[in-house]
């Protein structure tokens, strides 16, 4: 009676070491790429974290800015542009 295990042959086989011992070599270096592209990953994951919190600090930034410019009655909504300027002197 069998217990649902295949049957293991006792075969000194030395071509099937090789191709076991090439099997392993080549799944380690998967392996070991995969853990390089997680850690890139991870690296670009936090970078974009990053840079989103720089991008709504530097919106809110802004908006508290204009905020205080508009309470001071600063007209710098209706003020020319300087680069537009400078393009007009270049000409």
Not at 36 to 63: C, G, P, W, Y
Not at 72 to 86: H, Q
Request: with cysteine; charged share 35%; proline share 3%.
């Amino acid at each position: 009676m069998t217990n649902g295990r295949p049957i293991k042959s006792q075969s000194n086989s030395t071509s099937g070491d090789a191709t076991n011992e090439a099997y392993r070599k080549a799944a380690k270096l998967l392996h070991e790429k995969c853990k390089a592209v997680q850690r890139s990953n991870e690296r670009l994951v936090f970078r974009l974290h990053k840079i989103q919190k720089m991008t709504r600090s530097r919106v809110r930034d802004v908006e508290l800015l204009k905020a205080k410019l508009d309470s001071y009655g600063d007209g710098w909504r209706t003020a020319p542009d300087p680069n537009d300027m400078k393009e007009e002197g270049e000409e």
